[in-house]
C-alpha cells in the first residue's frame, strides 16, 4: 500500500464567510485540496439526513457514506494515485463527482431534507454530460448551500463557514470537523436520529458509525484502511447493499490485520480435520541455529543453578524452556520468544534491579540477545517484521476486549491444531495480564507485544481462511465436536467469532 500523502500545508489565514469567498479559495489551490475540502465540507453536511425517516431504510444513506468514502480514500492517497482511484470507483462515484455540482440543484440542496440533499442525481452523477460540469470546488459549496438552504439554521451555517476557514489555514489536516465551535445543535439531532437509523437497521451499519465518529471527533487516521475499502471493494459489492459491503469491509479489515502483525509463518485449514494448523517457516541456516540455542540453553542452566534470582517459574525461563524444547523448527517463534525474553531480562538486570547483575544473568542476557540477533540476520523477513513491531504503538484494551479474549480462548483452542492450540492457551491469559496489571515503571497496562502478534495475526489469518471457504461454498466446521462448542457471547457463528477478534486487533494497534 502506497502511503499516506504530503505533509499539512499551514498557510496564510484566509476568511471564508461565503460562498464567493469560497470558491475563490477553492480556484487558488490544487485538485486533490480541492476535493479534500469539499469531503470534509460534505461530511459535515450528513448527519443532516438525519430530517428523513426514510433515509436509510431507502439506501439514500448507503449511498451518500460510499460517495464520501471514495472522495475521502481520493483526497489522502497519493496524488498519483488519485487517476486510479476514480477510475477504481468508477466515474459515477470519482472524488470529483462525488456530490452534485449543478449550480441548478445548489439551491434545492438542504442537509435538513434528505430527498433533495443527497439524492441519486445529487449524490452522484453518472450522467457525461453534466460530469464535465462537476468540480470539487462546487462540490464544497454545493454541502454549504445545504446549510444556507434553511434560513432558520443561520447559527449551524456561520459555524460551517468558520469550520471552512480553519481548513483553508491547515490544507489537508483531518482535525475535528468543527474545530472551533461544538457540532451545532440541529446538526447534532439530526445525527443521533441518523445514527439510530443505522442501528436499527443492523450491524451491518457498525463500521460507518465508527468511521464517521471518529473522523467528526478528528480522530481518524488510518487513511491506508480507507483506501483499500474505496479500492477492492467492487461495483457487484456496492450493488448488492449495505450488508454485503458491510461483509467485504470485514474481509478487507482482516487481511489489513494480517499485514499489519505480520508473521513468518503459514496458517492454513488442514484438509484431514478441517481445523486450523500453524506450518512454520522453513529455517535457513540450521547449524547457527542449533548452536544458538545450544548456548541459550547452557546459559539458562547456568543461571538457574546459581543464586542468581531465577526460578523455574520465571516467565523468562518458562519461555526460553519452550523454545529449546520444541520451537527448534520454527524461526520466526524463536526470534519473537528470544526478543521478549531478552527484554524482560534486560529491565529486571539494568532497570529494576530484581536481578543480581552476575556473570550468569549477564551470559543469559547475552546469549537471547545474540540468539534473537543472528534469526534475523539468516531470515530478512523476520527482521523486517521486528523493525514493524518495534515501531508499532500497542494502545489499552478496554475491560470488554479483555472479557472477549477470555471467552474467545475456548473457541480458539478448538478451532486449532496442536502448536496453535496451545500457544492460545498460553498466550491469550499472558495477553490479558500484561494488559491488567501496571508495569513496574507505574506506566498504563499494555497488551504483550509479541502475544498479541501472535493472536491477532493468527486470528486475522483464520478469519480470512474462513471467509474464502465460505465464499466457495465449502461446508467447515460442521463436525458434532465443533458445533457444540459455546460461542461468545451474541456471536452467532465461528465467523463472528473471528471478525470480532479482528476488530479488538484493529482497536489494540489504533487502527479503529
Known amino acids: 500500500m502506497v502511503g499516506i500523502c504530503g505533509a499539512v500545508k499551514v498557510v496564510e489565514r484566509v476568511e471564508i464567510t461565503d460562498q464567493d469567498s469560497a470558491k475563490a479559495w477553492l480556484d487558488t489551490q490544487d485538485h486533490q485540496t480541492q476535493v479534500w475540502f469539499a469531503t470534509r465540507s460534505a461530511l459535515r453536511a450528513l448527519p443532516g439526513l438525519g430530517g428523513w425517516d426514510g433515509a436509510t431504510s431507502s439506501g439514500l444513506a448507503f449511498a451518500a457514506c460510499r460517495a464520501m468514502l471514495i472522495s475521502a480514500a481520493a483526497a489522502t492517497c497519493p496524488a498519483a494515485e488519485m487517476e486510479g482511484l476514480e477510475a477504481a470507483a468508477l466515474s459515477a462515484f470519482s472524488a470529483r463527482s462525488a456530490f452534485s455540482a449543478d449550480s441548478a ?200 543453578s546459581g543464586n542468581n534470582g531465577l526460578t523455574s517459574t520465571s516467565r523468562e525461563v518458562k519461555t526460553l524452556k519452550r523454545t529449546i524444547e520444541k520451537y527448534g523448527n520454527d524461526p520466526q517463534r524463536m526470534e519473537l520468544d528470544f526478543t521478549s525474553a531478552s527484554i524482560s531480562l534486560r529491565r529486571q538486570i539494568h532497570e529494576t534491579g530484581e536481578l543480581a547483575t552476575s556473570e550468569d544473568n549477564l551470559a543469559l542476557l547475552e546469549a537471547t540477545e545474540e540468539g534473537a540477533r543472528g534469526i534475523r540476520a539468516n531470515h530478512l523477513e523476520i527482521a523486517e517484521n521486528r523493525n514493524r513491531l518495534a515501531q508499532q504503538a500497542l494502545s489499552e484494551m478496554p475491560r470488554e476486549d479483555l472479557e472477549f479474549l477470555e471467552e474467545a480462548q475456548d473457541v480458539l483452542v478448538a478451532l486449532s491444531e496442536e502448536q496453535m492450540a496451545e500457544d492460545f492457551e498460553r498466550d491469550i491469559p499472558q495477553l490479558i495480564n500484561d494488559a491488567t496489571n501496571p508495569l513496574p515503571s507505574g506506566a498504563p497496562p499494555l497488551p504483550g507485544a509479541d502475544e498479541a502478534t501472535r493472536i491477532f495475526h493468527r486470528t486475522s489469518k483464520m478469519a480470512t481462511l474462513y471467509s474464502d471457504a465460505v465464499n466457495r461454498g465449502a461446508t467447515i466446521f460442521d463436525s458434532p465436536a465443533i458445533k457444540s462448542i459455546r460461542l461468545v457471547g451474541v456471536c452467532g457463528s465461528v465467523g463472528a467469532v473471528f471478525y470480532k477478534m479482528v476488530e479488538i486487533g484493529l482497536r489494540a494497534l489504533g487502527v479503529l
Open 105 to 304: 440543484d445548489s439551491a434545492a440542496l438542504s442537509a435538513f431534507s434528505a430527498r433533495s440533499a443527497f439524492s441519486a442525481r445529487s449524490a452522484f452523477s453518472a450522467d457525461s454530460a453534466d460530469s464535465a460540469a462537476l468540480s470539487a470546488d462546487s462540490a464544497a459549496l454545493s454541502a454549504y448551500s445545504a446549510l444556507s438552504a434553511d434560513s432558520a439554521d443561520s447559527a449551524a451555517l456561520s459555524a460551517a463557514w468558520s469550520a471552512a476557514t480553519t481548513d483553508a489555514g491547515a490544507i489537508k489536516a483531518w482535525g475535528k470537523l468543527w474545530p472551533s465551535d461544538p457540532q451545532p445543535e440541529t446538526l447534532e439531532k439530526a445525527w443521533e436520529t441518523l445514527r439510530a437509523q443505522w442501528k436499527a437497521d443492523g450491524p451491518h451499519w457498525s463500521f460507518w458509525l465508527k468511521w464517521y465518529e471518529a473522523v467528526l471527533k478528528g480522530e481518524w487516521n488510518n487513511w491506508d484502511l480507507i483506501f483499500r475499502i474505496a479500492t477492492e471493494v467492487s461495483e457487484e459489492d456496492w450493488d448488492a447493499g449495505s450488508a454485503r459491503v458491510a461483509e467485504r469491509i470485514k474481509e478487507i479489515e482482516a487481511e489489513f490485520l494480517s499485514r499489519k502483525t505480520k508473521l513468518q509463518e503459514t496458517i492454513e485449514l488442514s484438509p484431514e480435520t478441517g481445523l486450523f494448523r500453524l506450518v512454520p517457516a522453513d529455517v535457513q541456516n540450521p547449524a547457527l541455529t542449533s548452536a544458538l540455542l545450544s548456548r541459550v540453553k547452557d546459559c539458562l542452566d547456568d543461571a538457574l
